[in-house]
């Protein structure tokens, strides 16, 4: 053991905070990460700072909220100046290294602009979120071709599945009982085991993918911080044997949903409900199909996490590993009769976080649990801290965790904020929204969640007397109070001063010695120069001169 850990970052896609035993699941027993909780912190607010997979994994990724980092969408490109997790650890002597998704698009125009060649040290960084990639699989669709990242497929070509869409055709999708192919792009298909065997699907190889690494980095000696990021249970729904059909419609719990939601006077809450992925999962048949393969994929997961901590038990890693355990998002699966994310009810914005640190002295919080309001963007500083780079508060917007995870003072949070840009969507084409004004942003202070939606009026939840978010107050005149208080905070949390990337320290340190570059403004006289700056105004040399 060391004061300086690697550092395991373990993110499932999609996966509900409520679909884990720890978590409260009467039904999916997560043994394997209920063991890590047991050894670690579990932390029961924790929020994403966007409900969509590619802003909330680049707030991850940065430590900055999505209006400072401007990837407000799927798709959307990280800015090439951008700083990330993974530069910040560099310049502190650590790896940073992906096995798995990331949702990444690189700023291919910028890139261009500035002269990198994409192929480069430095254009590959750049292409990837910071981190050096030891293996990254972002998945495919239906009719891609062959990604530059999808080892994966190369993998199932050499165990034999060989096709022109490895990915689709064995681990995304099953067989009929006639032998026909059938995708699990489609609902009605989930049901069917996958088309490869376990130990071949994807989960267990980007497991194996992270022992690998871990097994390399031993040798090299660096510390580490290893990003290992599960595609599923994200969609496709469909899980490989014996998991297909561990759970059926007995397992599954209630949809937490009122008929008075569906008769909203939102424009924005009906259009949502009238997008096709809500119409779809309000109907029970496909949540009563869905569900059970995707709580397999969720039981696959912890089996796979189990191989994974016995094997760093074996080879000593253990002891020297802070392990941390999330989501980048939920899935509403038919609640509030809504489908898929891009939300802010609690089973679509609030995620799993569970951190174990193994060093000493995390020892008197082992197993504890944390209501603390907390961010994804605070992973970010918390991992920075563990492998022993410096802060750097004019970047990076979370807060440091460790005080929590060693029982001490030193962290609070009054509001949680999230945001999504809705401007692809169904929803804005239904309303006729202009991109700009295509955009909601919640706030959350740990019982009032206000939810500002540009163009419309607010939502508003009281989770003190309405845990399930099943009555918006947004209109009612009782709690205009309520609303006007949250509005101001979300003001001041957009009119704030902001973390400023080409504020260094370096550059701050010489805004305070403006004198000494030559800059004189306001000095009467020398003598009031030299008492001011504290040597002779004869002495100042001109830029330039030796």
Known sequence: MTDRPNVLWIMADQLRFDYLSCYGHPHLHTPHIDALAARGVRFTNAYVQSPVCGPSRMSAYTGRYVRSHGSTWNGMPLRVG????????????????????????????????????????????????????????????????????SAYDDYLVEQGYASDNPWEDFAN????????????????NSRLAANVPEE?????????????????????????????????????????APYHDMYNETHIVDPVRSASERDTDHPLMRAYLDARVCRSFARDHVRTHVIPAYMGLIKQLDDNLGRLFAWMDMQGLSDNTVIAFTSDHGDYMGDHWMGDKDFYHEMAVKVPVIIA??????????????????????????????????????VIEGRDLTPILHGTKGFSRKYAIS?????????????????????????????????RCEGFRPLLFDLQEDPQELMDLGAAPEHDDIRKRMEAALLRWATRHHTRITATPQVLAGQSKAAETGILIGFWDEAEFAEVTGFAFADLQPVGRP
């Not at 310049?91 to 480069?120: F, N």
């Not at 969507?425 to 969640?449: C, H, N, Y």
């Open 357 to 394: 640190d193994p060093r000493a002295a995390a020892n008197a919080t082992r197993g504890s649990v944390s209501d603390a309001l907390v961010e994804m963007i605070d992973l970010a500083p918390t991992f920075m801290n563990a492998l022993g780079c410096a802060p750097k508060p004019h």
């Open 419 to 451: 945001e999504h840009d809705y401007h692809w969507s169904e929803m804005a084409r239904a309303l006729d929204v202009p991109q700009e004004d295509a955009r909601t942003v919640m706030i959350f202070d740990g019982r009032w969640k206000y939810i």
């Open 173 to 188: 999708s099953g067989l009929d009982e006639n032998g026909e192919l059938l995708s699990a792009w489609l609902l009605k």
């Open 200 to 240: 071949h699907s994807e989960t267990a190889y980007m497991t194996n993918r992270a022992m690998a690494f871990m097994q390399e980095a031993q040798a090299d000696g660096r510390p580490w911080m290893c990003h290992l990021s599960y595609i599923k249970p994200h969609w496709p729904y469909i899980v490989p």
């Open 82 to 149: 951008e700083p990330t997790l993974g530069d910040h650890l560099r310049d502190a002597g650590a790896r940073a290294v992906l096995v798995g998704k990331t949702h990444m698009v690189a700023d291919a125009e910028g890139m261009a602009w500035l002269g990198i060649d994409p192929a480069s040290e430095i254009g590959v960084r750049r292409s990837e979120c910071g981190f050096e990639p030891f293996e990254r699989d972002d998945g495919l669709h239906p009719d891609s071709v062959r990604q530059r990242w």
